[in-house]
């Protein structure tokens, strides 16, 4: 079955960075667009970063120029680099699986901690 594993969050002081990585199995890993979500508490979960099987990258305004999204094909890996946190960023972070570029996702992890305070 799908499973995607995050791991990485913790707790981080404002400006300093972190990388979020997810492992994905039971699934052919490259045929499928992958990305990060959030959630704040009291907040509906929000995009971060898509990444298409082929190597596409859309970011939200928000995490431009700070958060990039890549991923390793054959190690069924796909990460998110956050630079330049900000207490703003604090919530779960959430990777996903996405049947196309477009598309909402259809799988999701269980989530990754991240706190950004002094």
């Known amino acids: 079955q799908v499973q995607l594993v995050e791991s990485g969050g913790g707790l981080v002081q404002p400006g300093g960075s972190l990388r979020l990585s997810c492992a994905a199995s039971g699934f052919t890993f490259s045929s499928y667009s992958m990305g990060w979500y959030r959630q704040v508490p009291g907040n509906k979960r929000e995009v971060v970063a898509v990444i298409s099987d082929l190597g596409w990258t859309k970011i939200v305004d928000f995490a431009e120029g700070r958060f990039t999204i890549s991923r390793d094909n054959p190690k069924n890996m796909v990460y998110l680099q956050m630079d330049t946190l900000e207490p703003e960023d604090t919530a779960v972070y959430y990777c996903?699986?996405?049947?196309?570029?477009?598309?909402?996702?259809?799988?999701w992890g269980q989530g990754t901690q991240v706190t950004v305070s002094s």
């Open positions: 996903t699986r996405h049947p196309s570029f477009m598309s909402e996702p259809d799988y």
